[in-house]
């Protein structure tokens, strides 16, 4: 049973090449099978990464064609950004949602 999961997480990232796991640069990865946004698109999985810093965490974005979604205040001199959109599936009819975050400090922030 554990292996058909671990079947799907490979083909999964293997539709997102630009994101190397192996990277120090990717502090925590969470992989969803299907799901609904709120606009009712039904999707193949809904990815979340999050990376070390902000800079990193815009090119895989822009990589991707996500847009910057939000960038907040700073609280306890840390500062959360988020790019988040869908992202094509060729040879699938639902796509993939993938949000791609951040959280640093203030000062280093950029």
Do not use: C
């Amino acid at each position: 049973m554990f292996g058909r999961e671990i079947e799907w997480l490979g083909a999964v990232m293997l539709r997102i090449p630009q994101l190397n796991v192996a990277s120090p640069a990717v502090v925590s990865l969470e992989v969803h099978e299907g799901g609904v946004r709120l606009d009712g698109v039904k999707l193949l999985a809904d990815i979340r990464v999050t990376m070390r810093t902000a800079a990193e965490a815009r090119t895989l974005a822009e990589s991707l064609g996500l847009v910057a979604f939000y960038r907040g205040e700073i609280v306890d001199d840390e500062i959360f950004s988020l790019w988040q959109g869908l992202v094509p599936v060729e040879g699938e009819t639902m796509p993939l949602g993938v949000e791609v975050a951040a959280y640093e400090s203030a000062g280093v922030a950029s």
